[in-house]
């Protein structure tokens, strides 16, 4: 079946550090992944779309890897704040009909 | 700030109540969804629209209903609320960006309780 894992455990870094999140997906060819950004009680906010041809997507403090070998994808931000400090969610489109389908998400804390 | 819109923000009903959950966008986007989620859990999609009068089912079992007799106006409606329906229901629309590109638009959400 089709799924896709984003690490349960919160990441818990210093600011100023670089946070790296995983997106990993089984039985999915994904013609794209989107990054998304979720605070508590509030919508996903769009942060990056990366294509199936793409190596690397960069967006100011954001960069986005897809390894579809390894159907796999980083999420780095650089140089973290905590008001980076939010749950980071992936999305691929679901078997061709491109309506995303969302991962459980990764709760990022960005401590002064 | 995408322009999208969800009321009540909050609501506390009991069971066997009949409730409509509004969404409205002003960016003239065609497709428009209804998403269901849990605290901790991801987004399960249960209803959505590629425009007026076109609804579609989700990939989760919904006893809720749509209709799309707008096109910025994509309202949800339990024709009778359970304790099993308390959940964060979120809309969203897409602006179209090609194939397999589209980005959505999330709207601030909806906390249902049903008691």
């Known amino acids: 079946s089709q799924k896709i894992e984003q690490n349960s455990e919160a990441l818990n870094i210093q600011e100023g550090k670089t946070a790296t999140l995983t997106c990993n997906y089984t039985?999915?060819?994904?013609?794209?992944l989107q990054w998304y950004r979720q605070d508590p009680g509030r919508g996903p906010v769009f942060l990056l779309l990366?294509?199936?041809?793409?190596k690397e997507k960069r967006k100011e403090r954001l960069k986005v890897t897809f390894d579809t070998t390894l159907k796999q994808s980083l999420f780095h931000i650089t140089a973290s704040q905590p008001a980076d400090s939010a749950t980071y969610l992936c999305?691929?489109?679901?078997?061709?009909?491109?309506?995303?389908?969302f991962g459980r998400g990764t709760s990022l804390i960005v401590h002064p | 700030e995408a322009d999208i819109y969800q009321t009540p923000r909050y609501l506390v009903i009991g069971t066997g109540k009949k409730i409509t959950l509004e969404c409205s966008q002003t960016?003239?986007?065609?497709?428009m969804y209804w998403y269901q989620q849990d605290p901790g859990m991801e987004l399960h999609l249960i209803h959505y629209?590629?425009?007026?009068?076109?609804?579609e089912k989700g990939d989760l079992s919904s006893e809720s209903t749509v209709s799309r007799i707008r096109t910025e106006h994509f309202p949800l409606t339990l024709e009778s609320a359970r304790p099993s329906h308390t959940s964060q229901y979120l809309c969203?629309?897409?602006?179209?960006?090609?194939?397999?590109?589209?980005?959505?638009?999330f709207g601030p959400g909806t906390r249902l309780t049903v008691l």
């Open positions: 990366i294509r199936e041809n793409e």
């Open positions: 960016m003239g986007h065609d497709k």
């Open positions: 999305a691929l489109d679901s078997g061709g009909s491109y309506i995303p389908t």
């Open positions: 629209s590629y425009g007026v009068n076109s609804t």
């Open positions: 969203a629309s897409t602006l179209p960006g090609g194939r397999g590109t589209d980005t959505q638009y």
């Open positions: 039985n999915y060819s994904p013609a794209y």
